[in-house]
């Protein structure tokens, strides 16, 4: 493929810019009569996944409506491609059930009764409350809770300038693992593949069809791959991405760590590592291990060490474990050698997200990295925080003083991120309570495990005083809601975006379609609900108003931080806040307006993005500036000291940037691990997984010598759960829906409505000769769920599977729901936290706005597995682990499709048990958490100490 151009000519068939004014089309319904349409094209962002790709809004100039989207050509990371979903953000925005209007609960929560209410009644409600909670020292009630995230910048300098630590994440139930694996090594917790120019691509997981950054990346791995690179995937299921490979190792589930380090053995035992990359780049004088202290020791007797200790991963041990042949572990293992600097690889969710210890695949597969020297490579992996690009704005508030330990409590020091899907347990506990709280394009009764002990949360008033949920769809979250406010999709709101997504670095900029349209004829609006469909309101808008209803005379200090940095006292404007970061943040960017007479704003606003740089490569060996060696110091380990912080380290005699970890090199040996109570896994390891078939033995009270109760609690199950034992893999993605939002594309319903569970052909068996489409009953650890079978050989032996992303489900017939992909269920509380759920009525055809949906012709919703998971907290890494051990049978005469029952007492003596396995803090000094871990909204340092 031709590479990104800024002119844009690498996707000659893409409108040119020159013609966005004025772009001509036939008419397809006109045919065969030539018919010319003309459209105004202007650029924004898809909001359907992370990966943040270019979109062209494709506006009719007679009815003034956007008639389709199209990729961005001007866009570095997406190059004019999308995937199916970035097109459905017209279903999205033309929804006949979507919510228009801010909406107000009358009588109980839950009830679903709403009333139409106004912005300026939300922003005094709410206003007031948090107004009064911050005064009164309770700012730690006040929690703003994002699902999809996004507007990050502004979020962070609203939260912080309300002085309150209120930032809650999804993270925990999506990442945190991988990113805990990689942070050990670099700080970074992100991976930058540079699969364009790599020689061998290893994929853990379908990261090419529906993995993250799916669109960016997917294009370049094909890149890579039509320019020679081999591609290999590690996948206990034949996605399609295993599909085009040219090696598929179908390892059992959260085995893959015992094959990377086999794969690191051969390389170490054979000496095909980069020696001179890892004695420069790593902390290896720093290993202790086996009795051994590298400090003073050789290299070459270090490595010694090391071939000693991983000795026990042999490939036969390897393949015993996994499932994986050895021959095939040894030859990609010399593969991954002969590619070197240029190997690149992919870990984010699947073997990192499903299993307890999920962060050592990640951190097993960085040593291989390490010892191919393919860290900061062309063609090999590389750090997000050097490819992401993170925009500098003006009157930064100060760190908030406080903790929440409702956010990041004692238990879990090293989660990445808050631990957000214990939230019910943690207020069940008493650990405290929410007086207002923000849901934002999150929906966790639906998308978390456990979501009944999320109704029984958002249903009690004295558990959470206020709740708005911020969303462009209704959701089953929602509708436990005080208020329902709707927030824009792609074409509707402002954000500014920025992943890492190839060599490069880019920022993209999302915008609201019709205001930008009607300002350039020479409209004014003061909000961007005024130009949108109904009342849709952007994030940006929304909280420069409260915080402004929260300190109207600026008293409390908040309003400062939202005033205009031109017009001093008057109130932030969105055009304000990207204009200043525009002109002053994002290097090249006013250069490149000017030459075509453009502010950088209308720069972006015309183009949609901008290529910031490609000098991305190797950023730990650039050199300290003279300014950073100014009164600096070199420690006995090479570290270059400024008032007692690491800012950099000498390599050869040179004083070199480095990693941002605490020796400034690669943390082969993780002292923080040592420090943390974790002294058994300072190096990369393996262990085994909660599903790990030695666990499973121990489940049904086997004699079994592996199971270790030290890092897996032993699972008790209910006592009605019959059948076989199996291990459920429930997070594999389709390619074309995305968790809640997809709900209200007819487009991408049309194609994927199903998600039956996928049966080996030797387990379909063991079930009683159980065949496509027979009805299977699934037991967790809290309940059951009755869905379909699928026998396909696609999918390892003991293992079952259920995707993603199906199973929405509404408790009304015909209002505030997403009618095309959700079933009318009947719920009901039948004890005490006990929870049954049966479908009413699935999906048909209904008359509404749209004609479409008279044509809806499938009549399936699927089924919602998630809910009846109990929460798995890794102990190391705060991550839910989503594998699950369950018992599997043929349905009986009294099951129907869709049943679902839960207990959530017995969901709270799952947490209980993970919970014991945690080593909380202190750790040194009194602290809660490594003070050199990044976290989100970062609090000023005394307070990362217990006092
Ligand atoms: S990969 Fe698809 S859903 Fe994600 S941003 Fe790109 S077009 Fe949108």
Not at 107 to 132: C, H, N, P
Not at 321 to 343: C, H, L, T
Not at 557 to 568: L, V
Not at 812 to 818: A, G, H, K, L, T
Request: proline letters at 7%; one cysteine or more; hydrophobic letters at 35%.
């Amino acid at each position: 493929m031709t590479d990104f151009k800024r002119d844009g000519s690498h996707l000659a068939y893409c409108p040119p810019v020159e013609k966005w004014d004025d772009w001509v089309e036939l008419d397809p319904e006109a045919w065969p009569r030539r018919v010319e349409k003309h459209y105004q094209l202007v650029p924004t962002v898809c909001f359907n996944c992370e990966s943040a790709c270019g979109l062209l809004a494709y506006i009719d100039k007679t009815t003034g409506q956007i008639a389709k989207f199209e990729g961005n050509p001007m866009h570095p990371a997406s190059r004019g491609r999308l995937c199916a979903k970035g097109p459905a953000t017209i279903n999205q925005i033309h929804d006949p059930d979507r919510v228009l209007y801010p909406m107000k609960r009358v009588g109980e929560r839950g009830a679903g009764k709403w009333t139409r209410t106004t912005w300026d009644e939300v922003l005094e409600t709410f206003g007031t409350r948090i107004r009064k909670a911050i005064q009164e020292g309770r700012g730690e009630e006040v929690m703003y809770h994002v699902g999809r995230p996004g507007h990050d910048f502004i979020m962070e300098r609203m939260l912080q300038a309300w002085g309150i630590d209120g930032h809650n994440s999804h993270t925990n139930v999506c990442s945190s693992s991988a990113r805990l694996g990689y942070l050990l090594w670099h700080y970074a917790d992100r991976p930058s593949p540079d699969h364009a120019n790599a020689r061998f691509i290893l994929l853990l997981s379908a990261h090419l069809e529906s993995g993250h950054y799916f669109n960016p990346h997917a294009q370049r791995i094909i890149d890579g791959k039509m320019a020679g690179a081999k591609l290999a995937v590690m996948d206990p299921r034949l996605s399609n991405t295993a599909s085009m490979a040219d090696y598929w190792m179908p390892t059992y589930p959260g085995t893959e760590a015992a094959v990377l380090l086999a794969m690191a053995k051969v390389i170490l035992d054979e000496n095909r590592f980069d020696a001179a990359f890892v004695r420069n780049w790593t902390n290896w004088e720093e290993l202790e291990v086996d009795g051994f202290k590298a400090r003073g020791q050789s290299f070459e007797d270090t490595v010694e060490v090391l071939k000693k200790h991983y000795a026990c991963f042999t490939p036969q041990f390897a393949e015993k474990e996994s499932g994986v042949k050895a021959e095939v572990i040894v030859k990609i293992a010399r593969e991954i050698a002969a590619a070197g600097s240029r190997f690149a690889s992919h870990l984010w969710r699947g073997s990192a997200s499903g299993n307890l210890g999920g962060w050592q695949p990640a951190r097993a597969l960085m040593l291989l990295h390490v010892l191919t020297g393919s860290v900061g490579t062309e063609g090999g992996h590389n750090l997000n925080a050097w490819n992401k690009f993170v925009p500098k704005t003006f009157k930064v508030p100060p760190p908030q003083k406080r903790w929440n330990e409702l956010l990041y409590p004692k238990e879990w020091p090293l989660c990445t991120h808050e631990m957000s899907f214990l939230l019910p347990h943690f207020l069940k506990e008493g650990r405290g309570r929410i007086e207002a709280y923000f849901t934002r394009v999150f929906n966790p009764v639906w998308t978390y495990p456990d979501g009944f002990s999320w109704i029984e949360m958002l249903r009690d008033e004295e558990k959470v005083g206020l709740h708005a949920a911020l969303t462009p769809t209704w959701s089953e979250t929602a509708w436990f809601a005080d208020y329902v406010l709707p927030m824009g999709f792609s074409s509707e709101r402002h954000d500014l975006m920025s992943q890492e997504s190839y060599a490069g670095k880019w920022i993209g900029f999302r915008q609201p379609v019709n205001r930008v349209l009607r300002e350039r004829a020479g409209e004014k609006f003061e909000y961007t609900y005024q130009a949108n469909p109904g009342e849709v309101w952007e994030e940006d808008e929304f909280w420069i108003n409260l915080s402004w209803a929260i300190d109207p005379d600026g008293s409390m200090g908040i309003r400062q931080y939202f005033e205009s940095p031109y017009r001093p006292g008057q109130k932030l404007t969105v055009d304000d806040y990207y204009g200043w970061i525009f002109d002053n943040s994002v290097p090249g960017l006013p250069e490149a307006a000017k030459k075509e007479g453009l502010t950088p704003l209308q720069y972006m606003r015309k183009y949609g993005a901008f290529e910031v740089t490609r000098d991305v490569y190797k950023q730990n060996e650039k050199a300290l500036s003279a300014a950073d060696l100014a009164g600096a110091e070199v420690d006995p380990n090479d570290v270059v000291r400024k008032q007692g912080k690491p800012v950099g380290v000498m390599i050869d005699g040179k004083p070199m940037v480095g990693y941002n970890t605490p020796s400034r090199k690669l943390e082969l040996f993780s002292k923080t691990m040592a420090d943390w109570k974790w002294p058994e896994f300072t190096l990369p390891e393996y262990y085994r997984s909660h599903i790990h078939r030695s666990a499973q033995a121990a489940s049904i009270d086997q004699a079994t010598d592996d199971f270790d109760p030290k890092y897996t609690p032993k699972v008790e199950w209910p006592k009605d759960a019959r059948g076989e034992v199996y291990t459920l893999l429930p997070i594999f993605r389709l390619p074309n829906l995305i968790h809640t939002r997809s709900g209200n594309a007819k487009f991408l319903y049309e194609i994927s409505h199903k998600n039956p569970l996928w049966v080996n052909p030797v387990d379909a068996k063991k079930l009683g000769g159980a065949r496509t489409g027979d009805l299977i009953k699934v037991h967790t650890e809290i309940g059951y769920f009755v869905l379909h079978a699928w026998v396909t050989e696609g999918l390892t032996p003991g293992v079952v599977a259920c995707s993603h992303h199906l199973g929405r489900w509404r408790v009304n017939e015909d209002q505030q729901v997403e009618r095309m992909s959700s079933a009318w269920v009947d719920l009901k509380e039948v004890g005490k936290g006990q929870w049954k759920m049966r479908q009413v009525e699935t999906v048909s055809p209904y008359a509404s706005s749209d004609p479409d949906t008279k044509r809806v012709w499938w009549s399936d919703a699927g089924v919602h597995q998630d809910i009846t998971f109990p929460v798995h907290p890794d102990p190391v890494s705060g991550m839910h682990c989503w594998h699950q051990m369950v018992r599997v049978e043929k349905a009986g005469p009294d099951d129907r499709y869709g049943d679902i029952f839960v207990d959530t007492n017995l969901s709270f003596a799952v947490y209980e048990r993970w919970k014991a396995l945690a080593r909380p803090a202190p750790g040194p000094g009194g602290l809660r958490r490594p003070l050199w871990i990044p976290r989100v909204v970062r609090p000023e340092e005394s307070a990362y100490y217990i006092k």
